[in-house]
């Protein structure tokens, strides 16, 4: 019998407590259950992996096509789901409490808002607006009676969206801790040094890291990261065999890419239907 939303929420409350665990991020329903079948203990959404799966560029798709995404993850997995929930699909407070109310609704155990405008000019919200939409989706996630143990991730974008201010970035972190947030993310940061100042500066709140291809479990652990995220990398992965096997087709007409393919029993054998 699959577990409660509710007991997926606790669950994936209680992976932050201690510890530091990898929540890698599916971009459809085969990819998640697939993730659960190799032992992962929760899952993350990636706004970039399922706008590509739309024919899409990042940041794209629409909140109705976001929120069907998430109610099919959930559906599909026992395990508890983060949702990639962008900047709210809103600007001002009451606009992110409304999505996250609608976020709620889908089942997710926790969801992320980012303070990213998508203007290449005015890259961040500026900080107090990005503190208030933060209080507000904390708002919305405690007056709702269905969210339960739903948690609340507020990233700062800086260092992905060309403004890779260290110090603003730990006072935004700092900021939205103080508002509500339950988990702390700024992706893009890489060194040890960045890593170890954000842990510090919310320190006891756990901190995301999104993993480079650098790096490893153990050594985020041992700057004190309780959660490691790899955003679109897996479905960029995928989509990497796809184009190198389709290109070599197209290309060259030839076919030795298809024999690197995993089988299709072995695939069946993944979803037994």
Known sequence: MSPTV??????????????CFVLPNPWD???????????????ATTSSGHAWSLALADGSASRAALLEHLR??????????????????????????????MAIDTGVAGLSIEDS?????????PFSLAVERVRAARAAIDSSAQAGEVLLT??????????PDLPETLRRL??????????????????????????????????????GDSTTVAELAALGVRRISVGGSLARAAW??????????????????LGRAVSGSELNAKFPG
């Open 117 to 125: 405008t998508g203007d290449s000019a005015e890259p961040l919200y």
């Open 154 to 163: 507020a990233r700062s974008e800086g260092f992905i969206r060309g403004r």
């Open 6 to 19: 509710q007991a997926r929420r606790a669950i994936f409350r209680a992976l932050h407590l201690e510890g």
């Open 29 to 43: 329903v085969g990819s998640a259950v697939m993730l659960q079948g190799l032992g992962f203990k929760a899952l």
């Open 240 to 257: 990497t065999g796809f184009l190198d096997a389709a290109r070599e087709i197209a290309e060259r007409g030839t076919f030795t890419s």
């Open 174 to 211: 700092t900021a939205f801790a103080e508002a509500g947030a339950d988990c702390l993310y700024a992706p893009g940061i890489r060194s040890r040094g960045e890593i170890e100042a954000v842990v510090a500066a919310v320190s006891p709140k756990p901190v995301n890291v999104l993993a």
């Open 72 to 101: 099919a993850i959930v559906r599909a997995t026992d395990l508890p789901v983060n949702a990639d929930f962008e900047s709210g699909f809103a600007v001002d407070p009451a606009g992110v409490a409304e999505s996250v109310r």
